[in-house]
Every structure is written in C-alpha cells, then in structure tokens.
C-alpha cells in the first residue's frame, strides 16, 4: 500500500498553523513552510475582537446575500466560527498546554445605533456593565461575541501543531504548482495549502488572486488608576479591546499603503481621538506600546478557500482572520481530506475570468 501524500502548507501564521495542526490530527503527515517567526504577522498584530454580528453590520461585505440567504455569507460563517470556538481553544489548550482565556461576555457598540438583535444598555445595567463609557452616547450591547489575546492563542496553536508532529521548515517559499513547493532550502512534494495572509498574491503560482495588504495600526494604554474596561467597545471609529491584565487596546486603522511597515502620527492621534471619545477618562492614560500589521483583504471582504490550478488556498481573511480560524481550519480540512464542498460564494478562484 502507498503512503499517503504529505501535506505542504506556506506560512505559519494562525490559518496556517490551525490547518496544519487540523490535518496532521487526522493522520496528515504535514510540514509547515514559514520565512519568518511563526505567528508573529497580522495573527499578533490583531485586536482578537470576536464580534460576528457587529462586523457583519458595520463592515457589510461586497458580497452579501450573494449566496441567497439574508444575512450573507460572512454573517454566517463568523456565527459559525464562533459557535466552534469555546470548544477548539479547549483542544488547543490541551494540546498545547498553553492558556488562552477565551471572554464571550459580550461587545457594545456606542452609538447612536445598534446592530440587529443587539439590547439597548441603560440606567443601573449601562453604569455597572462598562461604567467608563462617555455618558453622552447611547450603547448597544450584543451578548455571547468578545474577545481572546491573539498573543496567546497564536503560539498555543503553533505549539498545538508541533506537539500534533507537524514539522515546521524554515525557508522562504519562492513558488508553487500543484503537488510542489519550491523554496530557498529545495523543494517540498504533497498536497500544496497556502495560508500566506497578506502576502499571498506575492507567492509564485498564485500573483493572480486579489488579495492586497491593509496595515491596521494599534495603540496599547495603561488607563488611570480605578478605571476598568470589561468589554470590546465600537465607535467613534474605531474600537477599545480589553487585556485580562487591565491594558487597553485601540483599534484600527484602515490604510491602503502596501507592505510599509510601522504607525504614523496621524495614525495614532485618531486612535487616541476614538479612545478619548469611547471613554474620556483614557485622556490620562499612559502610551505603552504601538504597532502595526497586515489584514489579508480581498475585493469582497471575503477569504478565498479553495483550489487555484491544484494548489490549495486559505487566506484572505481580512478584518475576521482571528474569528474565522476555527471554521477555516475545519472546512477545508473537510474539503482536502473528505472532498466536502465550500460555499461558492468563498471560492478561491471566484475573482479569475
Ligand atoms: C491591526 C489588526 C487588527 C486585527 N484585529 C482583528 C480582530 O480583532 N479580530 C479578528 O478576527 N481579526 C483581526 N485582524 C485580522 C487577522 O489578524 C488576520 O485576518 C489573520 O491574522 C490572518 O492570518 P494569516 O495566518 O492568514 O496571516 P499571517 O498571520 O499574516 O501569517 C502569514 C504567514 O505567512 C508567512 N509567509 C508569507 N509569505 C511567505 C513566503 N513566501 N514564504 C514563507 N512564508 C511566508 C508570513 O511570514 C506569515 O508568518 C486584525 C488584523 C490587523 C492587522
């Protein structure tokens, strides 16, 4: 009898790291490509926001509806992802012997209006939920979505991998086709899945696909003395991201700049409006650290999961790539392995004439 082929996936980076790790627990025999440290792109440089319903209403896709049901696509999956996730981060934890606390206590939106399904918060509820918020705006809350430490789950699933005996090679990959992965250290034969994020239009083998970097900045604050944030906050732009160890994060901008690393001035000063604005005390608060990364972003907002010419691809998860690595890993694990289909509307190839 034949050994079975071996997988080959580019970039360990979440998507690459969950897919692998997904697929060597089902009997793969998987190597892992990545140029870099594993994780440390946009899967650390996110917020780790956990909010389907606000993403899906705020941030609507280009394709929504597109495959005939109501709420879209991306609606749909995101629920989806996060409905998977209480029980994967438990499977990571175990595998890795890593915590990553998972907080599914709910997001607000402060604005003057909410997504659907959110609650309006007020009087005692508003004050004892998240008392820091400025009192002038109304606040929406949407229960069951929240927030985990991107900084945590990313080498939980890394080491999740290797302890499931993925083999991570350190070389950049220079080209793909199906059934090969040509890279500075030699090439690699098997099954190609290509989880590049930002970078993966830049791949040889797959220039074609639409997928263009968005650098997202961010600015991490100790807030003053006897303030607390529970809770993701949306509005004024942007977003506030609690950290278990009282930090806040401020989220992001959007920017069009290709690969140009690093914050800017005007950057950070609309992120610092946006903090200002959500919950005034944060005037007084200390700038501890800034930095920036690269969403995944596609035409429609979409990833592409699927097969271009034979190659495997998952990427292009954008604004969601945290919230959608559950799914992501699990489906087109599904797909290789099982030949299960995809929505179509996710098709990696949907953008080629
Ligand atoms: C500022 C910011 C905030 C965000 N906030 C959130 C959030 O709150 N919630 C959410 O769900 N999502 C969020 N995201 C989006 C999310 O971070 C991404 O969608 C997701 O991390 C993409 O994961 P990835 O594994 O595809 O890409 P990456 O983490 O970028 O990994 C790709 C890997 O591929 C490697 N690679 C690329 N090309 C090659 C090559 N030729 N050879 C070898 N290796 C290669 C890279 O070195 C890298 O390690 C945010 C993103 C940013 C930038």
């Not at 079975?4 to 627990?25: N, T």
């Not at 699933?157 to 290797?162: G, I, N, Q, S, Y």
């Not at 069009?256 to 919950?279: N, W």
Request: glycine fraction near 12%.
């Amino acid at each position: 009898m034949s050994s079975p082929r071996p997988f080959v996936v580019v970039g360990a980076g979440l998507h690459g790291c969950a897919l692998a790790w997904e697929l060597a627990r089902r009997g793969g025999d998987v190597v892992l490509v990545e140029r870099g440290v594993p994780g440390a792109e946009a899967s650390t440089a996110a917020a780790g926001i956990l909010a389907p319903t606000v993403e899906a209403w705020a941030h609507p896709s280009a394709a929504a509806g597109a495959d005939g049901s109501e709420e879209g696509v991306a609606a749909w999956m995101g629920r989806e992802s996060l409905r998977l996730y209480p029980a994967w981060v438990r499977q990571m934890e175990a595998a890795s012997q890593l915590r990553v606390p998972l907080n599914l206590g709910g997001v607000i939106v402060a604005g003057d209006a909410g997504p659907p399904g959110s609650r309006s918060l007020k009087g005692a509820e508003r004050a004892e939920v998240e008392p820091g918020l400025a009192p002038e705006r109304p606040a929406w809350m949407v229960d069951g979505e929240g927030w985990l430490d991107p900084k945590a789950l990313a080498p939980a699933v890394h080491a999740a991998a290797l302890a499931a005996g993925v083999r991570v090679v350190q070389a950049e990959v220079l080209g793909v086709r199906e059934g090969e992965v040509r890279t500075a250290a030699g090439a690699l034969q098997g099954v190609v899945v290509v989880c590049a994020g930002a970078w993966t239009a830049q791949v040889p083998g797959l220039t074609a696909l639409p997928v263009r970097p968005l650098r997202g900045q961010v600015l991490s604050l100790r807030p003053p003395a006897g303030f607390r944030l529970d809770h993701v906050v949306f509005g004024a732009g942007g977003y506030l991201v609690p950290r278990a160890d009282g930090r806040v994060l401020v989220g992001s901008t959007m920017e069009d700049v290709g690969f140009a690393r690093g914050v800017t001035p005007e950057g950070l000063a609309k992120l610092r409006a946006t903090a200002h604005q959500l919950c005034p005390q944060l005037i007084d608060a200390v700038e501890l650290e800034t930095w920036s990364g690269f969403r995944p972003s596609t035409p429609d907002g979409l990833p592409l999961l699927g097969t271009v010419h034979g190659v495997w691809v998952a990427s292009g998860h954008h604004r969601n790539g945290i919230l959608l690595a559950p799914y992501t890993a699990l489906s087109v694990a599904d797909a290789i392995l099982e030949g299960k289909s995809l929505p179509s509307a996710l098709r990696a190839d949907r953008f080629s004439a």
